[in-house]
């Protein structure tokens, strides 16, 4: 059995694929943005599904990373800090639609061992950071002492017992061996850059009293998404200096030109230990002006991408349209808005699109593999 590690975001998770079970009028309510949808799903259509079917609301960890009197401690902390369950009901739902997606389908196959480490709204960076987790160390210890001070106390910045540790770092799973190991390694394109972020923010700045930012992996699609984030934990000078410095200052290409060579160093390290690389984008997807370009060798291959061997639009056209070869008029919910497509309502592979996607790289990991 082959061991499969794949690194992704949304579009490799099951998301969106059974919001239709959350609003009889799903396919025929069309004028609400995807922000709006997200609000109602969090305030009034997930309560109510899990109201309506309660043997779907997790009462354990789905990823066997805390036990089961840390996993309530979690849920506790958090409606605590936050005055309702979204976390039990988001957790949930997304363990419920990942059932669908095209990892998951992947790992139905006999032949394959699938660790699917892939994160909604999460990008390259994110995945770099996770990869040295175990190594990091906090600059500054629980003192106040500067990492380059002589009295400094070594210090791990991720505890065994951090959240972020754990979903990378258990007993089931290690993040940086598998990445490292694993026969065959699927780097799902995403639209980059994103942000992958840590903080040197003690309790003393945050709105909550004893929650600090020290051990936080943070991660964002967007410029607009990570704003949105900051008020959740910040206030007053500590948020306006924040804010304004990752809108005006900050250098998202350049941090993720570190990642993007980060993937390339692992890929090569796993060609020359005789291991197998796969690259690919779902949909269509800037790629070479950010310096990422297809990749083929004995053990790597790269599918959904442009060879640049003309004139180069910037983008490629991903395997939906590029290996699965859908026509466009079937992957926009909008052209027909049914199961029959592609995508659905918000560009996620529908269930038919994770169908297609699984069949799609199990054909190559038989052809090419």
Same mark, same amino acid.
């Not at 902390?77 to 990892?103: A, V």
């Given at each position: ?56 609301? $997790?009462?354990?960890? =789905? ?16 409606? /605590? ?47 770099? $950071? ?8 906090? %600059? ?20 065994? %017992? ?64 990570? /704003? ?40 090569? $390290? ?60 079937? *992957? *926009? ?5 049914? =199961? ?24 190559? *990991?038989?052809?090419?593999?």
């Amino acid at each position: 059995m082959k061991k499969i590690v794949i690194l992704g975001c949304s579009n490799s998770t099951g998301e969106e694929t059974r919001d239709w079970e959350l609003d009889p009028e799903y396919y025929t309510k069309l004028d609400i943005s995807h922000q709006e949808w997200y609000n109602a799903k969090r305030k009034t259509l997930l309560k109510e599904y899990f109201k309506n079917n309660p043997d779907k609301l $997790l009462h354990k960890d =789905p990823t066997g990373s805390f036990d089961d009197s840390e996993w309530n401690n979690r849920l506790d902390s958090m409606r /605590q800090i936050n005055g309702n369950n979204h976390l039990q009901e988001d957790l949930s739902w997304q363990s419920h639609c990942d059932k669908y997606s095209w990892p998951a389908l992947l790992n139905e196959n006999e032949e394959y061992e699938v660790y699917n480490f892939s994160t909604r709204g999460a990008g390259l960076a994110y995945f770099e $950071l996770a990869y040295n987790v175990p190594r990091v160390p906090r %600059e500054y210890d629980n003192k106040g002492r500067h990492i380059l001070n002589g009295l400094y106390k070594p210090t791990k910045k991720f505890s065994k %017992e951090n959240h972020a540790s754990r979903h990378f770092y258990n007993p089931a799973r290690n993040f940086k061996e598998l990445c490292d190991t694993a026969d065959i390694l699927i780097w799902q394109i995403t639209n980059e850059p994103r942000y992958g972020l840590t903080f040197n923010i003690g309790d003393d700045l945050t709105i909550y009293p004893g929650t600090d930012l020290y051990q936080f992996l943070v991660y964002a699609s967007s410029q607009e998404s990570l /704003q949105g984030w900051f008020p959740n934990y910040l206030d007053g000078g500590v948020l306006k200096t924040l804010s304004e410095y990752f809108k005006y200052y900050y250098d998202n290409t350049t941090n993720f030109s570190r990642s993007l060579t980060w993937i390339e160093m692992l890929m090569q $390290l796993r060609e020359d230990r005789g291991l197998q690389n796969m690259m690919f984008p779902i949909h269509r997807t800037f790629t070479s002006r950010l310096g990422i370009t297809a990749r083929h060798t004995e053990h790597t291959k790269s599918y959904g991408m442009d060879d640049y061997n003309f004139p180069d639009s910037g983008s490629c056209p991903g395997i939906l349209l590029d290996g699965i070869d859908a026509r466009p008029s079937e *992957l *926009l919910f909008t052209v027909k808005p049914s =199961p029959d497509q592609y995508c659905a309502k918000y560009t996620h592979p529908s269930e038919k699109g994770h169908r297609a996607i699984a069949d799609f790289i199990y054909k190559k *990991l038989q052809e090419d593999f």
